[in-house]
């Protein structure tokens, strides 16, 4: 941790133990010069952040001041009980929510994606047009599945830091995380099989369950524990389940981490029942404490997990490098590339490859976090600010997305064609489940830079909001 961000906690630890409270004016920069002991640079900084985080306010001529604490917003409730569906049939919808954010004129909030120049990385572009000068074909040879052997090596080192042994034999590179999700998901399933899911769920699993012609059984997820246990406990008792797909870390759409103790438990069930576990942990890398949550796959001792995850949401989008760490399921997924795409890009393999080896990637995510969580400050504030008082709000210690609810009958979808009327999208509830239970909740993306115009686009999203509410009486 630098030293203005160990000043910066230091001062937030002082505001949220009443030392100093909403409405007080801080010491000046050159007293918290002289009484830290540090240079005036690093104090502006310091303050800096703090600012951006909501913390405090600057006013001109005047100085630093304490702001206003953001409102606690109620927890949004999550689904209900169970839901059973044996044709799942909702790409369509997606893709059209999908392709209003591609337009630069659209304010992007309904986006899957982070802000793009977030993941402008130059050491990394430099790279991969060094390794297209100096590309031969055998270099392509050594890219085929299960893909670049530094690369492999280099991402089991990333696991070996945070104390999870994988194998570089195990993992297998591929064109970003959605192939290596549907793979996983493939190499365990046949069709007609049952899948679990979450409660919203994300809609890449959805979308992957239809097009594999697989049943889906969706369980209540929380908005603070995950996936219901319980319930989980009483389906596989009755339901042939081989595969169980779901977020772990900051979920999408939902915004949870379960809790250590629930990995713990989930995967005592899944083993008791011979059950694949499929770990999207795309968000994994974009936590905002000084230490992540550990993801499931930390806790398999019998190899039957699949941990899928990418640069593409970290570090170059365009670059379509993701991977599985696929246990003793590394073959079959290998097998399934070979006869399908064949490989990820070989240069981008040997580019990513050589920017883990040469540094600067732990540097880069330790802006991109930060960058992230004041930009997620700065949309609450505006929530708390502009919407109506009932709105019920999910958010996470990482990630760049909102959960927001309203009470039925609230419509979501009614919102989301107001909204995109006016310039603006959303990720509407029913993009996230084959049900009709989420209609009353919605997406926001919360990456893009806080400007003039998205401040203008929030006021408006309130706006609509407010009307909304009105019309349901």
């Given at each position: 941790m630098?030293?203005?961000?160990?000043?910066?906690?230091?001062?937030?630890?002082?505001?949220?133990d009443?030392?100093?409270?909403v409405?007080?004016?801080?010491?000046?920069?050159?007293?918290?010069v002289?009484?830290?002991g540090?240079?005036l640079?690093?104090?502006?900084q310091?303050?800096q952040?703090?600012?951006?985080?909501?913390?405090?306010?600057?006013?001109?001529?005047?100085?630093?001041y304490?702001?206003?604490?953001?409102t606690?917003?109620?927890?949004?409730?999550?689904?209900?009980?169970?839901?059973?569906?044996?044709?799942?049939?909702?790409s369509?919808?997606?893709?059209?929510?999908?392709q209003?954010?591609?337009?630069?004129?659209?304010?992007p909030?309904?986006s899957?994606?982070p802000?793009?120049s977030?993941?402008?990385e130059?050491?990394?572009?430099?790279?991969?047009?060094?390794?297209?000068?100096?590309?031969?074909p055998?270099?392509?040879?050594e890219?085929l599945?299960p893909g670049?052997e530094?690369?492999?090596?280099n991402?089991?080192?990333?696991?070996?830091?945070?104390?999870?042994?994988?194998?570089?034999?195990?993992?297998?590179?591929?064109?970003?995380?959605?192939?290596?999700l549907?793979?996983?998901l493939?190499?365990?399933?046949?069709?007609g099989?049952?899948?679990v899911?979450?409660?919203?769920?994300?809609?890449?699993?959805?979308?992957?369950?239809?097009?594999?012609?697989?049943?889906?059984i969706?369980i209540?997820?929380?908005p603070r524990?995950?996936?219901?246990?319980?319930?989980?406990?009483?389906?596989?008792?009755?339901?042939p389940?081989?595969a169980?797909?779901?977020?772990s870390?900051?979920?999408n759409?939902l915004?949870?981490?379960?809790?250590?103790?629930?990995?713990q438990?989930l995967v005592?069930i899944l083993?008791s029942?011979?059950?694949?576990?499929i770990?999207?942990?795309?968000y994994?890398?974009?936590?905002?404490?000084?230490?992540p949550?550990?993801?499931?796959?930390?806790?398999d001792?019998?190899?039957?997990?699949?941990?899928?995850?990418?640069f593409?949401k970290?570090?170059a989008?365009?670059?379509?490098?993701?991977?599985v760490?696929?246990?003793?399921?590394?073959?079959?997924?290998?097998q399934?590339?070979?006869?399908?795409?064949?490989?990820?890009?070989?240069p981008?393999?040997?580019a990513?490859?050589?920017?883990?080896a040469?540094?600067g990637?732990?540097n880069?995510?330790?802006?991109?976090?930060?960058?992230?969580?004041?930009r997620?400050?700065?949309?609450?504030?505006?929530?708390s600010?502009?919407?109506p008082?009932?709105?019920?709000?999910?958010s996470?210690?990482?990630?760049?997305?909102?959960?927001l609810?309203?009470?039925?009958?609230?419509?979501?979808?009614?919102?989301?064609?107001?909204?995109?009327?006016?310039g603006?999208?959303?990720?509407?509830?029913?993009?996230?489940?084959t049900s009709s239970?989420f209609d009353?909740?919605f997406r926001l993306?919360?990456?893009f830079?806080?400007?003039?115009?998205?401040?203008?686009?929030?006021?408006?999203?309130?706006?609509?909001?407010?009307?909304?509410?009105?019309?349901?009486?």
């Amino acid at each position: 941790m630098t030293r203005y961000e160990q000043l910066a906690g230091a001062i937030r630890q002082q505001i949220e133990d009443d030392i100093w409270q909403v409405g007080d004016k801080l010491p000046s920069l050159r007293e918290s010069v002289k009484s830290s002991g540090l240079s005036l640079m690093t104090v502006l900084q310091a303050y800096q952040l703090l600012e951006s985080q909501g913390w405090i306010v600057a006013r001109p001529q005047s100085g630093y001041y304490v702001a206003t604490r953001l409102t606690q917003f109620a927890a949004a409730k999550g689904g209900k009980g169970l839901h059973l569906s044996e044709n799942v049939e909702i790409s369509a919808s997606i893709f059209d929510v999908l392709q209003a954010c591609k337009d630069p004129k659209i304010v992007p909030f309904g986006s899957a994606f982070p802000d793009p120049s977030l993941l402008n990385e130059p050491k990394l572009s430099k790279i991969l047009a060094s390794v297209a000068r100096r590309f031969v074909p055998h270099s392509s040879l050594e890219s085929l599945p299960p893909g670049n052997e530094k690369l492999r090596r280099n991402i089991s080192r990333r696991y070996a830091a945070h104390g999870i042994h994988v194998s570089p034999e195990e993992i297998v590179i591929t064109a970003g995380a959605m192939e290596s999700l549907s793979f996983s998901l493939q190499s365990v399933t046949s069709p007609g099989d049952w899948v679990v899911i979450e409660s919203p769920a994300f809609y890449g699993a959805l979308q992957a369950i239809e097009r594999l012609r697989l049943k889906a059984i969706a369980i209540k997820t929380d908005p603070r524990t995950g996936i219901d246990l319980d319930a989980l406990e009483e389906i596989v008792q009755k339901y042939p389940i081989k595969a169980c797909w779901l977020m772990s870390r900051f979920q999408n759409p939902l915004c949870n981490t379960m809790p250590s103790e629930n990995k713990q438990r989930l995967v005592a069930i899944l083993n008791s029942s011979h059950i694949a576990l499929i770990e999207d942990d795309v968000y994994g890398e974009l936590y905002f404490d000084q230490e992540p949550p550990m993801p499931i796959k930390a806790w398999d001792k019998e190899n039957n997990f699949m941990h899928c995850s990418s640069f593409s949401k970290c570090l170059a989008p365009g670059y379509r490098v993701g991977w599985v760490a696929a246990g003793k399921h590394a073959g079959k997924i290998q097998q399934l590339q070979m006869m399908s795409t064949v490989s990820a890009s070989a240069p981008t393999q040997l580019a990513v490859a050589e920017y883990l080896a040469h540094g600067g990637y732990d540097n880069h995510l330790r802006r991109l976090r930060r960058q992230l969580e004041q930009r997620q400050s700065q949309i609450l504030r505006a929530i708390s600010e502009y919407f109506p008082d009932s709105v019920k709000v999910n958010s996470a210690r990482g990630g760049y997305f909102l959960w927001l609810e309203f009470e039925p009958p609230f419509n979501a979808n009614r919102l989301y064609q107001l909204a995109l009327a006016k310039g603006i999208s959303i990720a509407p509830g029913s993009m996230f489940s084959t049900s009709s239970q989420f209609d009353h909740a919605f997406r926001l993306n919360t990456s893009f830079a806080w400007n003039d115009v998205q401040a203008s686009a929030m006021k408006t999203l309130a706006g609509l909001c407010h009307t909304l509410l009105r019309e349901c009486g």
